[in-house]
Each structure stands twice: as structure tokens, then as C-alpha cells.
T-cell receptor, first 115, second 115 residues
Framework: AQTVTQSQPEMSVQEAETVTLSCTYDTSENNYYLFWYKQPPSRQMILVIRQEAYKQQNATENRFSVNFQKAAKSFSLKISDSQLGDTAMYFCAFSIHSGTYKYIFGTGTRLKVLA | ETGVTQTPRHLVMGMTNKKSLKCEQHLGHNAMYWYKQSAKKPLELMFVYNFKEQTENNSVPSRFSPECPNSSHLFLHLHTLQPEDSALYLC??????????????FGPGTRLTVL
């Protein structure tokens, strides 16, 4: 079965602090992509960061970085120097190719950044 | 208009009504998707269209009927829905096959309430 598990339904962090959102996944595929998407309140979902499964180096995008552990099938997101605008639902997802690209999402983690 | 747009943004309908959701992407992509987003559940992939051809139907009840007249437009026709169909319906698009990052671009969603 292809699944994504986000074990933290809700989290909060103080502004300027660092927070880590966890994600584990299950797939029998060897080639896939991993993503973190952000869905701010009442706004569109946007891509935060992405990782190719065959790359060992962890992806980084400004204040956002991932800790990708392929053997453990773990893909956590670290947000440094948290800002109020980071308040959102965060979805972990991966995509595989089976005829077309198929995306599997987790249930999301609601992050609240506190002033 | 830029990105992915969806209309209407909010829809309230009775169980005997027939309505349609519309999605349009202005990104030149060739794949489009319908997702259902319910609270505390993973995003559920409903349908995938690649070059106007349906490539995925994720066991969706027949009361949901998709239509993709061209690569830029996607519709979801609704009839005799149930209250449990109330959810946020998201449209997304991507460029397939990209060979690299197959990021999905999401619309703002249609909040559907079935009475």
C-alpha cells in the first residue's frame, strides 16, 4: 500500500524558533519524488520544498530544509526562524509514476506560529 | 488570470440538485487532477487527466462525473450527492511527463456543502 503518515495533527512554535514536522511514508517503488506543500488559511496550496528519492543530499529552500532518510522512509521538514506567515496546514506527499504520476498525500499537520 | 482558477469558490446544493465545478489552468500543463479534501483525512485523488484522456479513476462514485474538453479545462459534474460529499474540492495541474520535478499547482478549491 502507498501511504503517508503525519503523526502530528497540530503543532505550535514561537516566532523565530525552529520546528520540525515529521512524515513517514510507505511505497514499494524505488523512484519517486517527495514534497512538502503548505496550505495557508483560506489560501491555495503551494509547494514548499521537494526532494528526489535518488538524491542523498537533503534539499534546502531558504528557511526550509528536509531530513530525508530513505531506508527509514522518513521525510521531515524543518522550519528555521519561524514567521507568522508560516502558519498553515503542511502536507507531506510523494509521487510515483504508474502510467501517469500519482500523488499520495498525508493527513496534514496544522502549524501555528505564535507571536 | 494566472495559475489555476476554480469556480465557484463556494457551493451549497441539495441532494437532488445538479451542479458543476469548473477548473482552468493557465500554465500550459497537460495533466489535471481532481482531489477531495476532508478534515483529518488525506487528500483523496479522484481523477487524473493526461492530454485530455482520463488515466485515473480512484473508485469514485458515479454521482461524480468528470469532463476534460481540453488540456486547460476540467469540470466535475455533480448529481444526487450525499451529505458526506461535503468537502473542499481541489483542482491541480502539472506538466507530465516532466522527467524531473513534477510539482503540482493547485487551485483555491470549491467549498461544497450538500444539504
Amino acid at each position: 500500500a502507498q501511504t503517508v503518515t503525519q503523526s502530528q495533527p497540530e503543532m505550535s512554535v514561537q516566532e523565530a524558533e525552529t520546528v520540525t514536522l515529521s512524515c513517514t511514508y510507505d511505497t514499494s517503488e524505488n523512484n519517486y519524488y517527495l514534497f512538502w506543500y503548505k496550505q495557508p488559511p483560506s489560501r491555495q496550496m503551494i509547494l514548499v520544498i521537494r526532494q528526489e528519492a535518488y538524491k542523498q543530499q537533503n534539499a534546502t529552500e531558504n528557511r526550509f530544509s528536509v531530513n530525508f532518510q530513505k531506508a527509514a522512509k522518513s521525510f521531515s521538514l524543518k522550519i528555521s526562524d519561524s514567521q507568522l506567515g508560516d502558519t498553515a496546514m503542511y502536507f507531506c506527499a510523494f509521487s510515483i509514476h504508474s502510467g501517469t504520476y500519482k500523488y499520495i498525500f498525508g493527513t496534514g499537520t496544522r502549524l501555528k506560529v505564535l507571536a | 488570470e494566472t495559475g489555476v482558477t476554480q469556480t465557484p469558490r463556494h457551493l451549497v446544493m441539495g441532494m437532488t440538485n445538479k451542479k458543476s465545478l469548473k477548473c482552468e489552468q493557465h500554465l500550459g500543463h497537460n495533466a489535471m487532477y481532481w482531489y477531495k479534501q476532508s478534515a483529518k483525512k488525506p487528500l483523496e485523488l479522484m481523477f487524473v487527466y493526461n492530454f485530455k484522456e482520463q488515466t485515473e479513476n480512484n473508485s469514485v462514485p458515479s454521482r461524480f462525473s468528470p469532463e476534460c474538453p481540453n488540456s486547460s479545462h476540467l469540470f466535475l459534474h455533480l448529481h444526487t450527492l450525499q451529505p458526506e460529499d461535503s468537502a473542499l474540492y481541489l483542482c491541480a495541474s502539472s506538466q507530465e511527463p516532466s522527467g524531473t520535478y513534477n510539482e503540482q499547482f493547485f487551485g483555491p478549491g470549491t467549498r461544497l456543502t450538500v444539504l
